[in-house]
């Protein structure tokens, strides 16, 4: 579904920020711009991540081992935050660091200094490109989700990753324009220390955005509440099963979903019989949902006990409901 538009937006942006980073460290190193030399981390950690998140989706399309029977789909998660971290890291603390620095030790610009307005504007246009990309590949499977419910929701990491890193780029271009243009302006380099300051604040803020996003995904999220609309009607739709006693489903990777099911089967059932219509349900099941890879029915004889001890349990989601997001 996102793989392949995931990937095209991650080497879009990859490119975007290779360029970036080789412009902004060539004017930093005409001009002395704290702000520049924030931005060329910025750039080279962006790059970094793009880099690790197609690392991630590479490894995680490795075969399922005795070790790891389920696969390695959770590699696009752990890479994913890997990414927050880096970006936390070398991103927003270097930047907030080197703003205290040049704010202590203000300089002014007083040489080329047109180079890194230059550079600011012909980056800025590179990011509008990389992030049109993403803006593309994202609509393709976000449907009429806001972009808020999106980033928050899809269980594919990249889209959501390179956007919002698209985005900071985008606002941190600005807020380095900003700080150049006004040292420029009046002569005093605390400005150009400010608008340091403010792209690591930026960088923090969407760090910890995706540290978060990021962690639902790796602690295990169930299916969204149309998915699990369309499993209980794919089991309860014919006359195989009575009804669905209780019902858990857990995403192993970005495209692989496990549903696991006790079913309350008609009393008598032959073993042929049951046999055949666990066939069938499955079918449905995946008809319906294709994203559901790993489906285990378990035959029962209704009880109303048995219903409330499956209840009882933590699950991502039971009939009727789905999990969200922590503080969705």
Excluded: C
Aim: charged content about 15%; cysteine-free.
């Amino acid at each position: 579904m996102s793989a392949n538009g995931g990937t095209k937006a991650i080497v879009a942006a990859l490119l975007a920020n290779s360029g970036i980073a080789v412009t902004k460290f060539v004017a930093f190193l005409l001009t002395g711009s704290s702000s520049m030399l924030a931005e060329s981390v910025h750039s080279v950690a962006d790059a970094g991540n793009q880099g690790l998140l197609l690392l991630g989706g590479r490894r995680a399309r490795r075969a399922a081992t005795p070790q790891h029977p389920f696969g390695y789909g959770r590699e696009r998660y752990i890479y994913a935050f890997i990414v927050s971290i880096v970006l936390f890291s070398v991103g927003g603390l270097f930047a907030l660091y080197e703003a205290y620095h040049k704010w202590s030790h203000a300089e002014g610009i007083t040489s080329w200094h047109w180079v890194p307005v230059a550079v600011l504007v012909a980056a800025i246009i590179m990011e509008i490109f990389s992030f049109r990309t993403a803006i593309v590949e994202s609509n393709l499977v976000r449907g009429n989700q806001s972009w808020v419910k999106f980033v928050r929701r899809a269980k594919a990491p990249e889209l959501p990753v390179v956007l919002l890193e698209d985005l900071g780029a985008l606002v941190g271009l600005v807020f380095a324009l900003f700080g150049v243009g006004m040292t420029l302006i009046t002569g005093n380099g605390r400005w150009d220390a400010a608008g340091t300051a403010m792209i690591g604040v930026l960088l923090v803020v969407i760090a910890i955005i995706l540290a978060i996003e990021t962690k639902s995904l790796l602690l295990g999220e169930g299916a969204e509440a149309h998915d699990v609309a369309a499993l209980e009607k794919s089991v309860t739709d014919g006359p195989e099963f009575e009804r669905i006693i209780h019902m858990k489903t857990l995403y192993l990777g970005p495209e692989e979903l496990m549903v696991a099911a006790k079913v309350a089967v008609p009393a008598g059932v032959t073993a042929e019989v049951l046999a055949q219509s666990i066939d069938t349900v499955e079918g449905r099941i995946r008809a319906a949902v294709p994203t559901a890879r790993v489906i285990y029915l378990e035959p029962d004889i209704y009880r109303a006990s048995a219903e409330r001890a499956g209840a009882g349990s933590a699950s991502p989601s039971e009939p009727g409901e789905v999990a969200g997001r922590p503080g969705s």
